[in-house]
């Protein structure tokens, strides 16, 4: 097996550096690094990280868990903890939950007995079981989207949902809308609790009624959107416009919307948020909210190795900003139909 001798050589700098540039690539120069690199491709160097974990007591490794890896807006994120997590010398461990407690639970232990070093989480659940809560206090682990409920505070990085809610209000609002329906994600979470709160602030401040018939919904799924608009549609006032609370659901909507015989946005507006890939390519082009996914999963994975290297953290709450983008999915009211 190719030794770091040769690496060394190779790159023409320390064993040291080289250990350096490897572990703690933030010590070392970019172009030292890079030199390392070069180096450990040449001499197809692998370096013995179990070994190296039993040795430090650190593995090198953060784990991210993550309620549904097919979610684009999930998979955006990934790439930002991914790209972050290289540049610091960390590789990612990806745990698809699917929500589910006990997989949150086996995950999470991981950074318990030290497979992990920190933790990242992309839901609002606390991931450690009732026997690990108390060891867990003091396990460096940050979320992103969703806020951990848990008593103890962790750091997290989110968007003003809030105020996100309020824009995507006053744009339908803008255009004569007065009959809203909503199509929600996960109910327990702050997330919908945020959206939610800053679209009907606006809608009663215009004096405009919201009757709690016309929120439906429960989870982040285009399905959701199917059934949504099936259940808003059978009012005999039915919405003019709806809110979806990410953009699969505005896929799912737009979709059954279609097959009911409604044109969007001529008949029904839609807009959703995330603003995943295909949203721009959807027919019509979706109107809907644009979260910085990738950037937020960098500045998780930077607040992490501050933790994780008991670095003083110079926030703990990341408020990302947030563009509504205005396409083709939602227009003026449709006089003629909205009698």
């Known amino acids: 097996m190719t030794s770091i001798r040769k690496v060394s050589a190779i790159a023409?700098?320390?064993?040291?550096?080289?250990?350096?540039?490897?572990?703690?690539?933030?010590?070392?120069?970019?172009?030292t690094r890079q030199k390392v690199l070069d180096a450990v491709k040449e001499a197809?160097?692998?370096?013995?990280?179990?070994?190296?974990?039993?040795?430090?007591?650190?593995?090198?490794?953060?784990?991210?868990?993550?309620?549904?890896?097919?979610?684009?807006?999930?998979?955006?994120i990934i790439e930002g903890i991914e790209s972050a997590a290289q540049e610091c010398g960390y590789t990612v461990l990806l745990g698809d939950t699917q929500?589910?407690?006990?997989?949150?639970?086996?995950?999470?232990?991981?950074?318990?007995?030290?497979?992990?070093d920190g933790l990242i989480q992309l839901d609002h659940c606390f991931p450690f079981s009732d026997n690990d809560a108390e060891l867990a206090r003091s396990i460096p682990m940050v979320s992103v989207g969703e806020r951990i409920e848990s008593q103890h505070h962790y750091p997290f990085i989110h968007l003003d949902n809030y105020s996100a809610g309020r824009a995507l209000a006053h744009h339908l609002?803008?255009?004569?809308?007065?009959?809203?329906?909503?199509?929600?994600?996960?109910?327990?979470?702050?997330?919908?609790?945020?959206?939610?709160?800053?679209?009907?602030?606006?809608?009663?401040?215009?004096?405009i009624d919201f009757p709690d018939s016309m929120l439906v919904g429960g989870s982040y799924t285009i399905e959701e959107g199917i059934r949504g608009v099936n259940e808003l549609m059978k009012h005999k006032k039915p919405p003019t416009a709806i809110f979806c609370f990410n953009d699969d659901i505005a896929i799912g909507a737009i979709h059954q919307l279609r097959s009911l015989n409604y044109k969007v946005p001529k008949d029904v507006s839609v807009v959703g948020f995330d603003n995943i890939r295909v949203s721009e390519f959807m027919h019509p082009p979706l109107t809907t909210i644009d979260q910085p996914a990738y950037e937020m999963g960098v500045k998780a994975v930077e607040m992490l190795y501050r933790m994780m290297h008991n670095q003083e953290l110079l926030r703990t709450r990341e408020i990302m900003p947030f563009t509504l983008l205005e396409r083709h999915s939602s227009g003026p009211i449709n006089r003629s139909t909205s009698q």
Request: charged residues 20%; without cysteine; aromatic residues 8%.
């Open 12 to 31: 023409g700098v320390s064993i040291a550096t080289v250990s350096r540039a490897l572990k703690t690539p933030e010590q070392v120069s970019p172009g």
């Open 173 to 207: 609002i803008s255009y004569g809308h007065v009959r809203f329906g909503a199509i929600a994600g996960q109910i327990q979470s702050q997330i919908y609790r945020d959206r939610l709160s800053g679209f009907k602030s606006v809608l009663a401040e215009e004096n």
């Open 44 to 76: 197809g160097y692998r370096p013995n990280w179990l070994a190296t974990s039993v040795k430090t007591g650190k593995s090198k490794s953060i784990v991210v868990l993550v309620p549904n890896l097919l979610n684009a807006f999930f998979q955006r």
């Open 99 to 116: 929500g589910r407690k006990t997989l949150e639970n086996e995950y999470a232990s991981m950074v318990l007995t030290s497979r992990a």
